[in-house]
């Protein structure tokens, strides 16, 4: 897997505490590192479920920085998740680091230059993130593992990875979709043919939620003007 020049360094200089607290390679690296269709990745994320306290694993991946001769700030840290900026002084690079606490289900990936997320877990926070934040990139994640999960695998992804997990909550995301410009995926690397697809992914998903809705008797809906997937 070929990442860009300073995300190699950051990942060979915390290469170290990597390894002591199980953080795995997440997010759009891991879709690459698992075959997938990727896009640029403008930060590093890194999945742990070790229980060690999140703050602690911060300030220890952020000591390894420092040691290397780079500068390294915690922005924010919780119990659950943790963000920080690194900087090269010199080189005038910077990057931004996320870390979260998973329950991960599956074994890792071993590939180079660090391990990643089993592919059913990097899925599953695919489909969480979408839920949580409904970004461009969310989509092109998902979009991604879409030609590996139907539709209700990937709905029992996501919540495998939330207690308080509501397909009704995911349903608003995806129908938020034409509410993105193109400008949004387009900068995910995605051309119009990709984007289009990906709208039309999310579309197709969106109609089988309110069909299932419909059969249980949860919901009636008149209209299923929703274009078909290529």
């Known amino acids: 897997m070929e990442l860009p020049p300073f995300h190699l360094r950051l990942i060979e200089d915390a290469r170290v505490v990597c390894d002591r ?68 002084e010199i080189g005038g690079q910077s990057g931004e680091i996320r870390l979260s606490r998973e329950a991960l289900l599956v074994e890792p990936s071993v590939v180079e230059p660090c391990p990643v997320v089993g ?18 990139r969310d989509f092109a994640d998902v979009a991604a593992v879409s030609g590996l999960y139907g539709f209700r695998e990937l709905e029992q992804l996501g919540g495998r990875h939330d207690d308080e997990w509501l397909t009704e909550d995911l349903l608003q995301r995806l129908e938020s979709v034409d509410l993105l410009a193109d400008e949004g995926f387009a900068e995910q690397g995605l051309d119009e043919e990709a984007i289009g697809r990906i709208r039309r992914f999310a579309y197709a998903w969106a109609e089988d939620i309110r069909l299932r809705r419909v059969d249980d008797g949860d919901a009636d809906y008149d209209d299923y003007d929703i274009p078909d997937l290529d």
């Not at 891991?30 to 994320?45: D, N, S, V, Y």
């Not at 890194?46 to 390294?72: C, N, Y």
């Not at 592919?119 to 461009?136: I, K, M, N, Q, Y």
């Open 21 to 88: 607290y199980g953080l795995l390679l997440a997010g759009g690296y891991a879709m690459t590192a698992h075959g997938l269709p990727g896009r640029p990745a403008g930060e590093l994320e890194f999945a742990t479920a070790d229980e060690t306290p999140l703050p602690e694993v911060a300030e220890q991946v952020a000591g390894a920085f420092g040691r290397t001769g780079l500068s390294a700030r915690v922005c924010e840290v919780t119990p659950r998740v943790g963000r920080l900026v690194v900087t090269d």
């Open 119 to 136: 592919l059913d877990d990097a899925a599953g926070l695919a489909v969480r993130s979408l839920r949580d934040t409904g970004l461009p």
